[in-house]
């Protein structure tokens, strides 16, 4: 993941195209043609073997080593089997990126055998040149008159982003977009993606002024974990949209080797985009409408709708699509509806959607939309107008476009039709308005809307506090050791049960036979019923595949009352098992005593590992095998109490927990802290491949798992996002105080009192840290400095137990933000007033310090105002370099944490002095 040589491919000074001529067919030729026909302002030179004197006009060289000057960028444009050579003359030469456009390299091979593609990969590497492709469409920066294809047309200037995966796809989002004119900030396919992937492309958008959105064409994600940190970063300031093809496995382009328990990688995709804060839409045509309302109206302040058209047909149709994507009608209030009443028929509704009659003028529009505008339920307002010989179009477009104005309603449109109304939408979109052509696009761009801030606000939601049950997780995992050194790649059934119930997941109690007669001996105890079940090699893998014959299978039965009973029972259960799994090592009997649990709503939940995406937490419906393919749902680990609800709400078995439990709250916080658990879990003891609790039940004190099984891997599975590092908590005690004061990351859970923390300093301290006076910070302003990823930044918390025994307060707070590149972190600190001369300052500092130097960082920076000389004195102290910085009136503080290795790290440095 690096943004390094990206400006060489953005804005190059001089670009080389190796291998154009003036064919008509020529790629090269193609490509110097756009970058011609651009207007591109920077020098072109062309490589061809055939030694031409020019091409097209441009000059012309024989061969890379005879070019009198490194260029930015280099294309190419020659057969498969020349690519990897030409990189490394072009490294040799001092060039620093290039675009490799030759197709086909993903299914020409070289003499080992392997695909071309690889062969460019490793010539990149070892040169360090920048690649992008091979089979790309290359790139177009309109502000730079940049157009760097070989598309049969160019885009127009705008401020949104487009990366693709195929170069035919892209060609016909060019087309789109121009119709609709959406212009471009930035506009390129990745092809194969050999070195320059979609990580790196979007740490660089993330911090373009210039882009305001992010569109991306997405086939495959080979790097998830780099991939999904560049996004969490870019979708905080500015909205990712997503178009993931290959849903189906008969669509995927590169077959995808699915993980236990589940049946099709598309749900994967889908959980990894909503935890990466993405709008994921079906299509090209969803994502322009999603597009529209994302960048022209204004965040949502509640999610109904008002619906008004002139005529009942056009908001019936509304209607239906808000109500099929789970959308609301906002109600109208009765100050709203009597003055609604005044100027609409006496046969209104009076509710919404608000039928305005086929003869509706510019005027009752516009006075609709202000009486909308006055109501405190009313945020979101869609109007829609059919053709009619009684009004002109245009003049109730000019009508709604003023009467929007002067309201803080959302306000987008429909104009039905095509070819008289395409003036009147051409008016709303000079004015600012998004505009559909159908009423089932228009409500299905608003629901990508609240789709999107929906995602947006779960992922700066502060989850309540869960705090894991203390265990001794050393034995635990000495258990998990064992079974492996064993060469045991399952637990047993009593291995796994323990192991959940250390995690302080409730577990039916069982006991353990080896025959029959034992089983007849526990029943003697208390001669209650009892449920037996019958255990052997293949029940203690999760997920366990069945075949038609084997879904017939009965592994328990229950409420057996009397020894003949057990005896009929366990025959049965031998002879069942021995005829459908005949090759499974019978392993004893497992008896519980019956109406342990109450309830029929039964879950299955569990964690399976994903080769590329790794651990994943699974949730749904037990039983039928039907029902659990059906139902179950993804959510990648860690998980917190809010992400684990939002796994269950997405289920079909949390609506019946919501309609047929008894106490449907507590049941739901039940299942939720076991998905917690679960994360927890395969964080702990990352050798676990596969975990499977089916059925969940519920009892008066919560969940129950009655059956549990575990595989194992002596690969450890590591989740894509940065769990919480446990390992980087340290205690101290304050020299003056003697408080008891534990230094850790910081958690999303600790939003309350990191507000309580900044709203008890000082003003002065206040200004100190964020250079201007505050009085007030919001829960999402703290939210976002809690919840953050710990690949990109790290923040050091010091908390003690508050002094009047209610919970922890926060004393100080140290921070960085790290670029993509690991090369320049940015630090800021501030520590409670009533902390000065503990020394909590500098021990937070160094801290930092530490763990920067230790991660490979190469330097430190940050901003102190000039006042502010407890931080300069301890800047000095700590061996930051200060110099004052007239531009912005700030001190500049530079740390020096190690040595840059490469020429590129210096070059960006900017520092002569290495």
Known sequence: MSTRYLESLFNPDSIAVIGASERADSLGGMVLRNLMGGEYAGRL????????????????????????????????????????????RLGEAGVRTAIVMTGGMSRTHSKTGQPLMYAVREAARETGVRVLGPNTIGVMVPKRNLNATYAHMGVIPGRVAFIGQSGTIASSVIDWAFARGVGFSYFLTLGDGMDIDHDDLIDYLAQ???????????????????????????????????????????????????????????????????????????GLGQMFDALETLTRMRPLRREGLVIMANGVGPGVLAVDRLDHLDGELAQLSEKSVDALAELLPPYWTRRNPIDLNYDASPELYSKVIQILGRDPEVANVLVMYAPSLTEDNLQIADAVVHASRGTRLNVFTCWLGQSTVMDSRE???????????????????????????????????????????????????????????????HLSNREARDLISDYGISTVDTIYCDDVDEVLAVFAVERRPVDVSIIHEQVCHPFLKLSPTQRRYKGTIQKLNSEQAIIEACRFLMEDYQL?????????????????????????????????????VVCGAAGAQINVKTDRQIALPPLNMVLARELLRRTYMYKLLKEHSLRPEEDIRAVTETLVTLSQIVIDIPEIKGLEISPLLFN????????????????????????????????????????????????????????????????????????????????????????????????????????????????????????????????????????????????????????????????????????????????????????????????????????????WQRERLGKDTY
């Open 45 to 88: 030179l062309v490589v061809n073997q055939n030694d031409y004197d020019n091409v097209h006009g441009v000059p012309c060289v024989k061969k890379v080593s005879r070019m009198d000057f490194s260029p930015d960028l280099a294309i190419i444009c020659t057969p498969p089997e020349t690519v990897a050579k030409a990189i490394r």
């Open 208 to 282: 373009d002024s210039q882009t305001r959105a992010i569109l991306l064409h997405i086939e495959n994600i080979p790097n998830p974990s780099r991939f999904m940190s560049a996004v969490r970063v870019a979708s905080r300031t500015k909205p990712v949209i997503a178009v993931k093809s290959g849903r189906v496995p008969e669509s995927e382009w590169v077959p995808h080797d699915l993980p236990a328990g589940v049946t099709r990688s598309d749900p994967i995709y889908d959980a990894m985009l909503q935890r990466a804060g993405v709008l994921r839409v079906d």
């Open 427 to 489: 008016e709303f979109y000079r004015a600012g308005i998004p505009s559909f052509f159908s009423p089932e696009k228009a409500v299905t761009a608003f629901m990508q809307h609240i789709r999107h801030q929906r995602v947006q606000r779960l992922l700066t939601e502060t989850p309540e506090s869960f705090t894991d049950h203390f265990i001794d997780r050393s034995v635990t995992r000495r258990v998990v050791r064992k079974a492996l050194n064993d060469g045991r790649y």
């Open 580 to 616: 459908h799994f005949p090759d499974s090592g019978f392993l004893g009997f497992a008896v519980q005593y019956s109406y342990q649990h109450v309830g029929g709503i039964e879950f299955s939940v569990g964690i399976t590992r994903d080769p590329v995406f790794g651990p994943l």
């Open 700 to 903: 008066h004190q919560g969940a129950v798992a009655v059956n549990t099984a575990v595989n194992l891997s002596d690969q450890a599975g590591r989740p894509i996002i940065q769990p919480y590092p446990r390992e980087l908590e340290e205690w101290i005690v304050l020299p003056k105080s003697g408080r008891r004061v534990i230094i850790r990351p910081v958690l999303a859970e600790d939003e309350p009192a990191h507000r309580v923390f900044h709203e008890l300093q000082s003003p002065e301290s206040i200004r100190y840290r964020f250079f201007q006076y505050r009085k007030h910070f919001s829960r999402e302003d703290v939210a976002q400095m809690v919840q953050i990823d710990y690949d990109r930044e790290m923040v050091f918390i010091a908390n003690a137990p508050r002094e009047d025994g209610e919970g922890e307060e926060t004393l100080g707070t140290v921070r960085t933000w790290t670029d993509a590149d690991n090369l320049r972190c940015e630090f800021a600190v501030m520590v409670h007033d009533k902390m000065k001369g503990e020394g909590l300052g500098i021990t937070l500092m160094q801290k930092m310090i530490d763990y920067c130097r230790e991660r490979g960082t190469v330097e430190m920076v940050g901003n102190v105002l000039p006042d502010n000389r407890p931080m300069l004195s301890l800047a000095e102290h700590l061996g930051f370099e200060v110099k004052y910085n007239h531009e912005e009136e700030v001190m500049d503080l530079r740390l020096v944490l190690n040595e840059p290795e490469k020429d």
